[in-house]
Each structure stands twice: as C-alpha cells, then as structure tokens.
C-alpha cells in the first residue's frame, strides 16, 4: 500500500498519498524536473551506444585488430560511465538544492523525517529508472547510424549490421540502477543532515564571497606552467608506467592549478572592477558583477571542471580529426604507386596488365620499370638512425641505392609528388646533374644527419668499384614509399654514371620495381586482390596487404587506427555537449533561486532591456573564462600530441585541424550561451511577474 500524509487532522484535512505529493511536485516545477531528466537520459544515452557497438558481433569478429578494439571499446565505456557518474550526481545536487524549502515545509506539515526521506530516494530513483528506459530506447534507434559510422572510418567499403543487443541493454540498466541508487541515497540524507532553518532558508542563503589570496594567484600560474613544462618534457617514446606517471602528474598540476586560478583570480578581477566606478556603478555591470561574486565559491569547481572539459573536448576532436587525415594522406606515405611490386618475371609482368584489362574495374595510366643498383654510401657526418631513441654511428658505411635522373623523375611525374623540403611525400628535385654530382635521399625519418651534406662528398661502391660524388641536393623523400626505404638511402646520379655502375653491378646487385598507376585507386580493391593472388606475397604481417598497394594500405590503416579516431571524436563532442550542458543546467537552476532578487529589482524601476543585459555580461563571464582557460590547456595538448604523432605530426597541420576545430567549438558553445541566456531571462523576468 502507498505510504500517506494526514496534514492537520484537527482541522478534517484528507490524507495525502506519496503518489499525489509526487505528481503534484512534478506539476510545480516541470522545468526542474525535465531538465534533470534529460540530462541524465543523455548520460544513459551515450553509454547505451558504447555498449550496443561493443557486444555488435560484427566488430568483434572484425578481421583487423579486435583485440585492440575490443580494449578501446571497454576503456572509452569506462570513461563515459565515469563522466555520467560525475555528471548525474552534479545535476543532482544542484536538483535536490532547489528543493530543500520544500522538504523543509513536509517536516513542518509533521511528515516523518523517515517518510521524507523515503519520498526523496524514490522520486530519485524512479527519475533516474525513466531517463534509463527512455535513453535506452533513443540509443537503441540511434546505435545503427554511429555503428555505421565506425565501420565507414574503420576501412573504406565495409559495412556492418545492426542487431538488438539485450546485453547492452542489460548493461546500462545495471550501471545506472547502481548509480541512482547512490543519487538516491544521497537524496535520502538530505532531510538529516541539514537543521530545519537552513533548508527553510536554502534558496537565500548566499554562498559568501570567497576570501581570494595573492599568494594562491601566484600558485595557481606556477602550478599551470609546471604542469605545460612537464608536458613538453614527457618522454614520449616511453611506454607503461614511465610514460602514465608524468601524464597524471602533468594533469593533477594543471587541474590544481584551473582550480586555483578560478579561485582566486576571479575573485581578485572582481575586487579590482569594483574598485574603478565610472565601470562598476552601470546598472547591468554593477548587477552582473554582483551575482557573479555572490555564485563565486560553488561556480569556481563548475568553472574548473568545464575549462578541463573545453581542453580535453577540443583536443581529442582535434587530434582526432588530424590523425583522420593523417590516416588519408598515409597511404601516399607507404604506397606511392598504385600497386607495386618487386623483381617479378617478364611473364608475372605480362600477366598483371591483362588482369587488369581483364577485370575492368580500373585502367593502367602510368607504368614505371625501376632498376636500382644496390650500393654502399659513406659519409664522415652521416648515418643511418636505428630507432626513435638511438643514435646514429656516424661514418659508418650504409646500404643504399643508386637510380638516374630520368628514372627519378619519371617517378615524380607519374606519382605526381608535390614540390617542396623536410618531407617524406616531397622533393624539390629539379635535374641538371653533373656527371660528378648526386642529389640524396635520406632513409631517416628526419634530415637530423643529411643537412649537412650539401656540397660534401659522398664516398659509394658498387661491387668492386669506388667513386666520389659531390652532394647538390637532399630530400626525405621516399620515392617507393616507407616499407622499402626507411633506413635505406639513395642517391640521384646522371644517366652517364648510372649506366657506367649498371653495367658494373651485374643482376645480383640489381633490384628492379615495378611501378604502375591506377586512374581510380579507390576503386582497386578487386583488381589488387586478383593481383595478390599470383603475385608472391613480399609481407607476412597480418596488419600489411601482400603487396604494396594505395588501396590496401588505405584500408589497413583505418582498420587499425579508424576506431580511435572515430571514439576520439565521439568523445570529444560528448564532452564539448557535456560542457554546455553542465553550464546550462547550473545556470537554469540558479535562475530559479535568483528570480525573488530580480523582482526585488523589478519594483524598484528596472527593466526588461537592462535585467538581459545584466544576465548575457554574468552568462558571459561564467562561459567565457573557462573557454579561455581551456583554449590555452588545448595548445600545450596539441604541441605535447604532435610529439607523440612523430612523423605523421610533423606531416600533419594539426593546429591549423585545431583552428578550425576550435571555431566550430566556440560556435557550438556560443549557441549554448545564447540559449541559456534566453532561458535565464525567461525564468526571472516570469517569476517577477
């Protein structure tokens, strides 16, 4: 039987069940209580994705990388469930706040502390319960567009297919049961642990302006800088507990130091306006100033936490997106060529034009015969970097390679590389070689050990013959691409001296590449695997196609690496919405509490032009600084990022990805602002009525 109130039973008043003091509660305060239950849905929402796509056997049974996938999966879960958790138990304390006049009028009615109680976990729980069904519902309509999403930046071609999954489902409801159970609970202590005047006086109370100090200003810019300096000192070719400990250091220093800041500085901004009065003594400014002093001490954690969340959204959106195109452009890192093959027979070679033709799926617009003359180079000032870490032995001799001019820019022409230095994709070769002159091409990822070589002589052998060549250019370019090239220089020689040493070398120090370019790679994947199919495979790993291929590294690449860019990006926004969200609801529920104040100000003469002004200067102090802060957090993210990228970071313009990433960010945030600043309004400028 439903539990029941008898309110004044001297005076024939009727019983009032839970169940009426409920649905009355939520007839009151509607906003209140959809805002809490669509905040929490969405927690339910996302997570219910997570689980939906991991236990999708399509994924799990996914031929690149499962396992890999499968701990991503489980750790992006864990985050989510982590950020829901503290997301929930926020939106709900600021919920239970405003309600805290109304558990206190239940006491007076004589409603047992124990029947508040009881009311307030049920009312809790029961909300929460909804949110987990409703989002359970909207996840499970939404998870066959982001599952389809995943598999489309997973590998190109690829499709998934949806199913029901009772486990995801099963999942979330546990998860969340258990989280709204401690949400609950903490509604449950409520009514015992505050005296009955500070519930009666809640939503009058001010949260006092915090004391600020200097020297916790001074802390906080030490602690933040300490906390860049670490990143930009992290090692990042570490792994394990060597590289995680600097990174939590690095993050308990700059969210200790966004703590101190909002702390104390805005304090200390806020002291110092009111000091200049032509400023301060404008209606909306002294106003604006006012409420945000008197918000100070509950807004400087909301602050922290969403200046940490701008930094982290906007970083993982960014560096999402780069390594995407990253993901792109690596393709033309590993295979320049169409399709490539080595030290094939006149027949194999025969055989590989007519499949082509035959399949018809793609046409042959360019084919390069590629014979190159294996060589020795030696350098006093070079060498041949043998991993991220070690140093090279300098003067020591390195197995190379010699091609002609004409050769090399054929090369260049068919495989169309851009013009330019200080890249693996680029040459500014231009010819004219002297029969006593080389252009280099370095096998090192970076030209650390080949800048000084212009002008110097280079020393090479081929079989039993030496010679001397006068270096007129260098490149990192990898004309084959990176698999047959890395660690493995040649050098550019006249027709002349290639001929000479040709002849010299003999077949047994002679690799011949076969070059050919498709009008279409993209559309290549059944040509290529025809291919594969009697061209000897020259990779055994199951991360690599058989042969070099546009196409099947492409697909490779994003197989393995599309799930991190497509829950980076999930994540990101996630957390750039989130970000708006907390803001918003904390704003709307403090428009509530506020709304006496403005009418206190509305009787007094003012009006409606100057309370909106007053609300868009405090709404935007409240949404702008953590933007600033986080902004800045987001610069040192990206630099220590690109670090960690290596080559592909210095390849990739991750901060002009930023920039723009950064524009939609603030655009999405501003939207966020602009509507809280219309819901404020509308709240108070109603509630003075």
Not at 11 to 17: A, D, K, N, P
């Amino acid at each position: 039987m439903m539990p029941s109130l008898q309110l004044f039973p001297s005076l024939g008043v009727t019983t009032v069940s839970f169940a009426e003091i409920a649905v009355k509660n939520v007839q009151k305060r509607l906003g209140s209580y959809l805002a809490y239950f669509l905040s929490t849905a969405f927690s339910v929402v996302v997570f219910h994705l997570f689980c939906t796509m991991y236990y999708n056997p399509a994924f799990a049974v996914y031929r690149f990388g499962s396992g890999k996938m499968n701990t991503l999966f489980q750790g992006a879960a864990v985050a989510v469930l982590l950020f829901a958790t503290i997301f929930v138990l926020y939106s709900g304390s600021f919920f239970l706040r405003g309600r805290k006049k109304e558990i206190a009028i239940y006491s007076l009615l004589g409603m047992a502390k124990r029947a508040i109680a009881l009311l307030l976990f049920c009312e809790t729980f029961v909300i929460g319960m909804a949110a987990v069904v409703f989002g359970i519902a909207i996840g499970s309509i939404t998870a066959q567009y982001f599952s389809s999403g995943l598999m489309r930046v997973m590998a190109v071609g690829t499709s998934v297919t949806y199913t029901v999954s009772p486990m995801a489902a099963v999942v979330t409801t546990a998860a969340f049961a258990v989280l709204f159970i401690i949400s609950g609970i903490r509604a449950y202590q409520v009514i015992y642990r505050y005296r009955l005047i500070d519930l009666l006086s809640a939503t009058h109370q001010s949260e006092g302006i915090p004391k600020y100090s200097v020297v916790g200003a001074a802390a906080a810019i030490v602690f933040v800088a300490a906390g860049y300096l670490a990143a930009c000192a992290m090692n990042l070719n570490q792994a394990g507990m060597k590289l995680l400990l600097p990174a939590f250091l690095v993050v308990v220093l700059v969210s200790l130091g966004t703590y101190l800041l909002f702390r104390n500085a805005v304090p200390m901004a806020t002291a110092r306006l009111k000091r200049k009065t032509s400023f301060y003594y404008q209606t909306s400014t002294f106003i604006s100033t006012s409420q945000i002093a008197f918000r100070l001490k509950a807004n400087a954690k909301m602050l922290t936490l969403s200046a940490l969340l701008c930094a982290l959204s906007i970083t993982m959106v960014s560096a999402s997106y780069s390594l995407y195109r990253g993901l792109e452009q690596s393709a033309d890192f590993y295979a320049p060529f169409s399709y490539l093959v080595k030290n094939i027979s006149e027949e194999q070679h025969t055989r590989i034009s007519q499949t082509v033709s035959d399949i018809g799926e793609v046409r042959i617009t360019a084919e390069d015969t590629i014979p190159l003359i294996h060589t020795q180079l030696q350098n006093d000032t070079y060498g041949v970097q043998n991993g991220v870490e070690e140093d090279a032995t300098l003067g020591a001799p390195v197995d190379g390679y010699i091609l002609s001019d004409s050769i090399y820019q054929k090369i260049i022409a068919d495989t169309q590389a851009a013009y330019g230095k200080g890249s693996s994709l680029r040459t500014d070769y231009s010819g004219k070689l002297a029969d006593q002159e080389c252009y280099f091409l370095d096998g090192n990822m970076t030209n650390r050990y080949s800048a000084g070589l212009i002008g110097q002589e280079l020393t090479f052998r081929v079989g039993n013959s030496t010679g001397t060549l006068q270096v007129s250019g260098i490149s990192l370019h990898k004309y084959l691409g990176l698999l047959d090239l890395y660690q493995c220089p040649s050098i550019v020689v006249s027709d002349t001296v290639y001929q000479q040493y040709m002849l010299a070398a003999g077949s047994e120090n002679i690799d011949t590449f076969y070059g050919f370019m498709f009008d279409d790679e993209m559309a290549s994947a059944h040509t290529t695997a025809a291919l594969d199919g009697f061209i000897p495979a020259r990779f055994s790993d199951s991360t690599l196609p058989s042969n070099l291929s546009y196409i099947g590294m492409y697909q490779a690449n994003f197989a393995l690496y599309g799930s991190y860019v497509f829950i980076g990006l999930f994540l990101g926004i996630l957390f750039l919405l989130s970000m708006g969200s907390v803001i918003y609801y904390k704003m709307i529920m403090e428009a509530q509490e506020e709304s006496l104040r403005y009418a206190i100000l509305r009787k007094v003469g003012m009006k409606k032009q100057e309370m909106h002004a007053c609300v868009a200067k405090q709404l935007g102090v409240v949404f702008g600084t953590p933007l600033a802060v986080g902004l800045l957090h987001t610069i040192f993210a990206l630099a220590t990022y690109n670090r960690m990228m290596e080559l592909m970071g210095q390849e990739m313009p991750t901060f002009a990805n930023a920039l723009m990433v950064a524009g939609l960010s603030v655009l999405i945030y501003g939207v966020f602002y602009l509507i809280s600043v219309k819901k404020y309004c509308a709240i108070v400028w109603k509630k003075t009525k």
